[in-house]
């Protein structure tokens, strides 16, 4: 997003992405994404067609190099939300940092909660999302962010889905290496 928008709040950096949800226009210097639509079914997983390519270089928002790589996020969430009340039931995520030059299909399984995190769940995929229904847009490390309040599929049923595709999985915090380009294609929830 360059040099001004990191002088002025850290912004640098921005990721390309899609994702189900709004955007809240607030004001130019606060407006941001709130992830998830309103949904009630129980797929199994998810499936889509990628190509990824990361960019060398890892760039905080005031455009400074960090250490590490960047990578790509595909991810769902399924919630329950009563009010500003969030229990997450289901994660499929798939976290990739490989190049995919061709076109390749990815089924990601969805885990589906029983009262706390699914046991097979990545620590990231248990931690509330910073543009989530229940999240904090101030917050700017990943780490910050409490764990999810879960539910239990059996007694409770989604209201809503959050679907995210993202080409640097630090983008929401403003870190990324320009460049770096996920092309998704064919989406499909499978039930």
Do not use: C
């Not at 060398?56 to 009010?83: H, P, S, T, V």
Request: overall charge negative; hydrophobic content about 40%.
């Amino acid at each position: 997003m360059g040099a001004l928008a990191a002088a002025f709040g850290g912004k640098g950096v921005a990721a390309g992405n899609l994702f189900a949800g709004v955007f809240d226009i607030g004001n130019v210097t606060n407006a941001h994404p709130v992830f998830g639509i309103p949904y009630t079914q129980l797929p199994v997983a998810f499936q889509v067609d990628y190509k990824y390519s990361p960019a060398q270089g890892l760039l905080d928002g005031k455009l400074n190099a960090i250490e590490g790589e960047d990578a790509m996020d595909m991810y769902l969430i399924l919630e329950k939300r009563d009010g500003d009340k969030v229990k997450r039931l289901g994660v499929g995520w798939f976290r990739s940092g490989e190049e995919q030059e061709e076109w390749k299909t990815q089924e990601v399984e969805i885990k589906y909660a029983q009262g706390q995190a699914p046991e097979e769940i990545e620590e990231y995929a248990k931690r509330v999302l910073k543009y989530g229904h229940d999240g904090d847009p101030s917050v700017n490390d990943p780490t910050k962010m409490p764990e999810a309040t879960w539910g239990n599929i059996a007694t409770d049923k989604p209201t809503h889905i959050l679907v995210v595709f993202t080409s640097s999985y630090k983008g929401d915090y403003f870190i990324g290496a320009p460049g770096s380009k996920l092309i998704v294609d064919n989406f499909k929830l499978i039930y």
